[in-house]
C-alpha cells in the first residue's frame, strides 16, 4: 500500500508541476517574475498553504484581477478550470474558426497566466456555439463525462475553495450556468469514494473543498430573473483594485493587463486605471462553520503552512514531528523575509537554503512515518510543489540564468539540431554546477559537443563555481528519433456529431498542451544544498508583426505538409463546362534534397489530370504548388464527394497538412487536417456578376464567390477612395469589415453613392461598432439577437423577393445541413421604416424566446439595393453547406435579377 501511495503522489506532483510549468514558460516571463521583484513574489508562496480553483465556461470568463490577487498578491496555489477552450467563438484578428479558434483562444489564456500566475485546466467539453439552453449544453457535452473530468479536477488540485460561474440565471450564453451547475455538484461528489472510483487507479483520492462561492450578479446576454435582495443573500465583497507595491499596480489592473491577451475576443487593450474595483462573491456550499459578514473568501480557513496541521490531527506523535517540521519551515521563510533586500536579493540565500532543507526532512520525515495513508498523500501532495517553489526561490537569490536555445524551432524524424546552454550566477554567492542535462522523449539522442572545428576541447568539467556574473557555455547536439511523435494538440474530434473531444494521449488530460519535447536542466549546490533550475529548450527569432524577440518551443512536424487549395469546391451540376481546378501544395520541412510525388485521388468514374506529378525540393521550406484538374462523370448526381492528395518522398507517404497559428501575444501552435477537399456537385444557377469584396477581420467568403464562377476583385484603400466601384454588380463587406477597416467608415459615403447609383451592397454581420455612426441608408442599430439552433425553422416574409426565386427557388429545403447557428448580431426589429425585413426564425428555447428578424434586412435606396446579412455565411460556406451556397448565389446574382429596384 505505501508503494502505491508514493506512486499516487508523485504522479499528482507531476501533474502540480506540469501544469504550473505549461502555465509560465509559454513566454519569457514578464518583468516582474524576474530579479529581487521575482524573489519578492516568490517568497510569497514559500509560507502559503492555502489552495483556489476557478471554473467558468470559455477562455475570458475569469475573474482576472481575483486570480492576481491570490497567486501573485498571497502567493495562493491558484488553478483555473475553463469546460471548453472556446471552440465556437468569433474571431476579431484571423481567419482561424472552431478547432482552429480553440487553440488561439487556449494559447490567448497561457499568454495571460504570465500575468496571473495561474495553473491551466480543461475539460473534454467542445464548445459547439453560443447556447440559450443548459439542458441543450449538458446534452451535447455530455453532462457526466464533464461532470466526470470536473471531479477529477478538484481530486487532482483539491482546492480548499472553490468558485465558478453563477449557475443560475436566464440570460444567454448558458453554457456559463452548465459549469457553475456542473461545479456545484462536483463540490461534494469529488469527496464521495463511490463516485468514478476508477480515478482511483491513476492515485487520485476523494477531496472535500470546504467552501463554493459563484460570482454575483454576472450576466452573459439579457437578464430576467427575480434579484434576490442583497441583504438576504451571504455575499462576500473584495477589493480587487488595492494597490500591490512589488507589482506597481493593482491587481485589478495587472488582471487587465493579462486579460487584454484574450484579443480574437475583441479585449480592450487600455490599461485600467487605480482605484477600487469590487469583485462580489456569493456562498453557495460549505462543509465548515461560516459566519455572517465574510470579508475574504478564506474566512474560516488556515492559509498559512498551519494548513497542513489539518491533515495529521489525531495522529499523536507523527503529528507533533510534523508541527514541529513546519515550524521550521516557517522560521527560514521569516527569516528570508527579513533578510530580504531589492538591491542584493541574495542576502536572502542562507534562510532559503536551510528552509529547502528543512521541506526535504519533512518530506522525508513523512514518508516514514507510522502516518496514515490519507495523512501522507495529502502532506505530499503540499510539500513536493513546496519543495519546488523552495528551489525556484534559491535560484532567484542567486540571480541564476539558464538560457536553452535550440538553433531550429521546426524539426523533423530523424533530423538535427543544436541546444546551446548558458548558466550563470550574478550574485556574488557562489553555486557550485554539478551537471547539465537535456531531457528528450524516447528515442531521441543527446551528445555534448566535445570539440570545436579546431580540435580544441570545449565542453566544460564538471563541478563548475559560478559568481559574480560569470558564466559557462555547453553544446549539445541533439538527433530526433525516427518515430518522434509529431506536435499536435493531444484532444481531437473524431465524431463530429459529438460536442466532446477524444483524447490521443489521454496522460495529458486536463492539461493546455502534450509536454514539449525539450527541457534543460542544471543540477547546483548552493552551500551544502543542491537544487535544479529547468527550462524548456526554445529557438529565439525575431517577432514578423511588432518587432522584438519571439520563442517558441522545438516543434517536431511531418516532413512534408500537404494542402488543398480550396478546400471546398463547387460547381452547378447545370454547368456546361464542371471541370474545376484544384492546387496541391507541398511545404518541405527536411534539410536535405529530396524528390518524390505528388498525386491526387477522385471518386470512382472522376478523371484527374494529370494523374500524378514530380515535386523536388532542395532546401528547408521549400514550397511546390501542382494544379490538378478535376471532372466528373457525365450525368454526376448532387451531392459531396471527397478528393485527397497524397505526397510520397523517400518511400513515405504524407496524407496531412499543418496549419500554423501564429500572431504576436502567443506561441506558435500547429493543427493538423487531411489532405482533404469537398467536392459539392450543387443543383444550383449564378447569374454573370462582378463581385468587389472588402475583407473585414478574415474570413473564407471570397473563395466561396471565386468557386462559384463570379468575378472577384479584393477592394482596397485605394479602390474605396476614388476607383470606380461602379464596375462591380455587387460590393460585399467582410464580416466586423466595420471594426477592422477605418477606409471602410472613412469611404462609407462612396458606397452609399454606388447604392443610390444602382449597386447591390452586401453588408455581412457586424458588432456594436456598426452602432457609432450611420453606416446604411438610414437609421439602424446591430442588437444581440441571434438564432443559435442551426436545424431552427426559417420563415420567408418575402416569398416574392428575387432572393428568394432567381436563379434559385428557395425552398423549405434549402434551410438543412447548416453548422452551429443561423446567425448572429441581427439588425433591432426597431428602426426606419425603409428597411424590409425578408426572413424571421425563432430558437425554441424559453431564455431566447420570440421571433428573431433582422437576420436578412434590404433597403432600397435610390436606384439600389442594400442588404445586411445576419445570417453566418462565415461559418456555413467554408463547411461546404449546399443550401447555404443556393442562398448565396441568389444573394449575388440580385443585380441580374430585373425587378427594378428605384424609387
Not at 513566454?27 to 510569497?44: F, K, M, V, Y
Not at 491587481?251 to 487605480?274: D, I, K, T, V, W
Not at 543527446?446 to 560569470?470: C, M
Not at 468557386?707 to 466601384?725: N, V
Amino acid at each position: 500500500m505505501k508503494r502505491l501511495s508514493l506512486i499516487g503522489h508523485s504522479l499528482i506532483a507531476l501533474a502540480l508541476l506540469m501544469a504550473a510549468t505549461f502555465s509560465h514558460a509559454q513566454l519569457e516571463p514578464i518583468p516582474e517574475d524576474r530579479g529581487a521583484s521575482g524573489l519578492a513574489l516568490q517568497l510569497r508562496k514559500l509560507d502559503a498553504g492555502a489552495t483556489f480553483l476557478h471554473t467558468t465556461a470559455h477562455p475570458d470568463d475569469e475573474d482576472n484581477g481575483l486570480l492576481v490577487m491570490l497567486s501573485r498578491g498571497r502567493g495562493f496555489r491558484t488553478a483555473l478550470l475553463t469546460a471548453t477552450r472556446g471552440d465556437g467563438g468569433q474571431n476579431e484578428i484571423g481567419p482561424e474558426l472552431f478547432e482552429a479558434i480553440g487553440i488561439l483562444r487556449t494559447e490567448e489564456l497561457m499568454a495571460m497566466h504570465r500575468y496571473d500566475g495561474v495553473d491551466q485546466y480543461f475539460t473534454r467539453a467542445y464548445e459547439f456555439g453560443y447556447s440559450f439552453s443548459v439542458e441543450e449544453t449538458l446534452e451535447k457535452w455530455g453532462k457526466n463525462e464533464i461532470f466526470e473530468d470536473i471531479v477529477r479536477i478538484i481530486r487532482t488540485v483539491r482546492p480548499d475553495v472553490v468558485v465558478m460561474l453563477p449557475p443560475r440565471g436566464e440570460g444567454g450564453g448558458q453554457h456559463h450556468q452548465a459549469s457553475g451547475l456542473l461545479t456545484a455538484e462536483a463540490f461534494r461528489a469529488a469527496a464521495d469514494p463511490n463516485r468514478f472510483p476508477e480515478q482511483f487507479e491513476n492515485g487520485l483520492r476523494p477531496w472535500q473543498p470546504l467552501k463554493l462561492y459563484s460570482r454575483n450578479r454576472v450576466g452573459f446576454g439579457p437578464r430576467r430573473q427575480e434579484q434576490e435582495p442583497e441583504e438576504d443573500l451571504h455575499l462576500v465583497h473584495i477589493d480587487t483594485g488595492r494597490y500591490d507595491p512589488i507589482l506597481g499596480r493593482s491587481y485589478y489592473q495587472m488582471g487587465l493587463e493579462g486579460r487584454s491577451n484574450h484579443r480574437c475576443q475583441g479585449m480592450g487593450q487600455l490599461r485600467a486605471f487605480p482605484g477600487s474595483r469590487q469583485s462580489v462573491w456569493r456562498l453557495e456550499d460549505h462543509v465548515i462553520e461560516v459566519a455572517s459578514g465574510e470579508s475574504d473568501l478564506f474566512d474560516g480557513i488556515e492559509t498559512g503552512l498551519s494548513r497542513l496541521e489539518a491533515f495529521v490531527a489525531g495522529e499523536g506523535e507523527d503529528a507533533e514531528l510534523v508541527g514541529l517540521g513546519l515550524n521550521a519551515i516557517q522560521k527560514e521563510v521569516d527569516a528570508a523575509n527579513d533578510a530580504f533586500d531589492a538591491k542584493a536579493p541574495w542576502k536572502t540565500v542562507p534562510a532559503l537554503r536551510r528552509g529547502l532543507e528543512a521541506v526535504r526532512k519533512l518530506r522525508a520525515s513523512v514518508a516514514g512515518s507510522g502516518l496514515s495513508e490519507t495523512a501522507r498523500y495529502e502532506l505530499e501532495h503540499r510539500l513536493a510543489p513546496k519543495e519546488r517553489d523552495f528551489e525556484i526561490a534559491l535560484g532567484l537569490a542567486h540571480g541564476i540564468g539558464l538560457d536553452s536555445v535550440a538553433d531550429r524551432g521546426e524539426v523533423t524524424r530523424g533530423s538535427k539540431l543544436k541546444v546551446d546552454i548558458r548558466v550563470t550566477n550574478r550574485s556574488p554567492q557562489p553555486v557550485e554546477l554539478q551537471s547539465i542535462d537535456i531531457e528528450a522523449p524516447k528515442g531521441w539522442s543527446v551528445a555534448p559537443i566535445e570539440t570545436n572545428d579546431d580540435g580544441e576541447d570545449i565542453f566544460p568539467n564538471f563541478p563548475q563555481t559560478l559568481s559574480n556574473n560569470n558564466a559557462l557555455d555547453a553544446g549539445y547536439d541533439v538527433a530526433v528519433a525516427e518515430d518522434a511523435s509529431y506536435d499536435r494538440p493531444y484532444w481531437t474530434r473524431n465524431d463530429k456529431t459529438i460536442d466532446r473531444f477524444d483524447l490521443t494521449e489521454p496522460e495529458f488530460f486536463g492539461l493546455p498542451w502534450r509536454r514539449p519535447s525539450l527541457y534543460a536542466t542544471i543540477a547546483l549546490r548552493s552551500g551544502t544544498t543542491a537544487f535544479n533550475v529547468e527550462r524548456i529548450v526554445q529557438y529565439r527569432y525575431p517577432g514578423p508583426w511588432v518587432g522584438g524577440e519571439k520563442q517558441k518551443q522545438v516543434s517536431v512536424l511531418p516532413l512534408v505538409s500537404v494542402t488543398l487549395s480550396p478546400g471546398v469546391i463547387v460547381f452547378p451540376t447545370s454547368a456546361d463546362d464542371k471541370t474545376r481546378p484544384i492546387s496541391v501544395n507541398a511545404l518541405y520541412r527536411g534539410t536535405e534534397p529530396a524528390q518524390g510525388t505528388l498525386s491526387l485521388e477522385v471518386p470512382s468514374g472522376w478523371t484527374v489530370e494529370p494523374a500524378d506529378a514530380a515535386i523536388a525540393f532542395e532546401r528547408e521550406n521549400e514550397a511546390v504548388s501542382i494544379r490538378f484538374r478535376i471532372m466528373p462523370p457525365e450525368g454526376v448526381a448532387s451531392g459531396a464527394y471527397r478528393v485527397k492528395a497524397t505526397a510520397l518522398l523517400n518511400g513515405e507517404a504524407f496524407r496531412e497538412g499543418v496549419q500554423t497559428i501564429a500572431y504576436d501575444h502567443i506561441q506558435t501552435r500547429y493543427l493538423y487536417h487531411p489532405a482533404e477537399a469537398t467536392v459539392q456537385a450543387l443543383d444550383l444557377a449564378i447569374a454573370p456578376v462582378s463581385v468587389g469584396y472588402v475583407m473585414g477581420v478574415g474570413d473564407e467568403i471570397p473563395t466561396a464567390i471565386r468557386q462559384l464562377g463570379a468575378k472577384l476583385a479584393m477592394l482596397t484603400t485605394e479602390d474605396l477612395a476614388e476607383g470606380d466601384l461602379s464596375q462591380y454588380d455587387v460590393i460585399m463587406t467582410g464580416i466586423r469589415a466595420y471594426l477592422s477597416r477605418a477606409d471602410l467608415r472613412s469611404y462609407n459615403h462612396r458606397l452609399l453613392d454606388y447604392v443610390w447609383s444602382g449597386g447591390t451592397l452586401l453588408v455581412q454581420y457586424n458588432k456594436f461598432e456598426f452602432n457609432r455612426a450611420q453606416w446604411g441608408p438610414y437609421p439602424k442599430k446591430v442588437s444581440r439577437n441571434r438564432v443559435t439552433v442551426e436545424e431552427a425553422p426559417i420563415d420567408i416574409l418575402v416569398p416574392d423577393h428575387p432572393v428568394f426565386n432567381t436563379p434559385n427557388k428557395i425552398t423549405e429545403d434549402d434551410w438543412g445541413g447548416w453548422v452551429q447557428e443561423r446567425g448572429l448580431y441581427f439588425l433591432d426589429p426597431e428602426g426606419d421604416p425603409h428597411y424590409t425585413e425578408l426572413l424571421a426564425s425563432e430558437d425554441p428555447w424559453e431564455y431566447n424566446e420570440g421571433v428573431k428578424t433582422g437576420m436578412l434586412v434590404e433597403a432600397k435606396y435610390g436606384k439600389g439595393r442594400w442588404i445586411y446579412i445576419g445570417l453566418g455565411f462565415f461559418r456555413q460556406l467554408p463547411a461546404g453547406v449546399p443550401s447555404a451556397y443556393r442562398l448565396f448565389a441568389n444573394l449575388l446574382s440580385l443585380p441580374k435579377s430585373g425587378d427594378g429596384t428605384g424609387e
